[in-house]
Structures are given as structure tokens and as C-alpha cells.
């Protein structure tokens, strides 16, 4: 995955994709479908990836010609993402976690 330059998601519905955020560890921009639930709470827009209508076939190949076209802005989305997919480290989820069951009673 670190010889790739950006990852495509393409699919029609996902949970919590974490390909996403592997494709993220290593420094790549993920172009992606808003399909319910998934991509959005992983891809900040215009940071770190790209999030087009849901299957706006013609949208999505535009946003991947971009990237393709415009390197340095490819780049500087991989190093942002990077960044940003360290806020779902394990030391931050488990952090998440028990904040919301110290918030809980039972």
C-alpha cells in the first residue's frame, strides 16, 4: 500500500471502513463515495481525502483526475492524512470509550 498514491473507495454501503484508515497510516488520500455511515466519519474533506455524492460516478472520476493532476495537493493530503488518522489511536479510542461509560449509570 506505501507504493500507491491515493485510495478509491467505491463501495455502495460500509460500516467503518478501515481500510480507510490504513490506507491513512501510510500517508495516503482516499478518494470515496459519502455512503451511509462510513467514510465520512473517517475522511475530513479536502484535508486528508475526498468525499463525493454517493455514486456520482462522474463526480468521482473528476476528484480522482484532480488528484492525479495535481501532485503537490496529493501530497500534502497524504501527509495531513497521516496526521489526522491519529485521532483513532488506540490510546485516543480507549480514552473515547471511557469517558462515555464514566458518563454512563446504571
Same mark, same amino acid.
Given at each position: 500500500? +506505501?507504493?500507491?498514491? /491515493?485510495?478509491? /473507495?467505491?463501495?455502495?454501503?460500509?460500516?467503518? %471502513?478501515?481500510?480507510?484508515?490504513?490506507?491513512?497510516?501510510? =500517508?495516503?488520500?482516499?478518494?470515496?463515495?459519502?455512503? %451511509?455511515? =462510513? %467514510?465520512?466519519?473517517?475522511?475530513? %474533506?479536502?484535508?486528508? =481525502?475526498?468525499?463525493?455524492?454517493? &455514486?456520482? +460516478?462522474?463526480?468521482?472520476?473528476?476528484?480522482?483526475?484532480?488528484?492525479?493532476?495535481?501532485?503537490?495537493?496529493?501530497?500534502? /493530503?497524504?501527509?495531513?492524512?497521516?496526521?489526522?488518522?491519529?485521532?483513532?489511536?488506540?490510546?485516543?479510542?480507549?480514552? /473515547?470509550? &471511557?469517558?462515555?461509560?464514566?458518563?454512563?449509570?446504571?
Amino acid at each position: 500500500m +506505501q507504493a500507491y498514491s /491515493m485510495y478509491l /473507495m467505491t463501495s455502495h454501503t460500509e460500516c467503518f %471502513p478501515m481500510v480507510l484508515l490504513e490506507a491513512q497510516s501510510v =500517508g495516503i488520500p482516499n478518494v470515496s463515495y459519502n455512503c %451511509p455511515t =462510513g %467514510p465520512a466519519h473517517i475522511i475530513t %474533506p479536502d484535508q486528508d =481525502g475526498i468525499l463525493v455524492s454517493n &455514486q456520482n +460516478q462522474e463526480a468521482f472520476v473528476e476528484k480522482v483526475l484532480f488528484l492525479i493532476r495535481n501532485a503537490e495537493i496529493r501530497k500534502q /493530503m497524504g501527509t495531513q492524512a497521516k496526521h489526522n488518522v491519529q485521532r483513532f489511536s488506540q490510546q485516543n479510542v480507549m480514552r /473515547m470509550w &471511557q469517558e462515555n461509560l464514566e458518563k454512563t449509570t446504571i
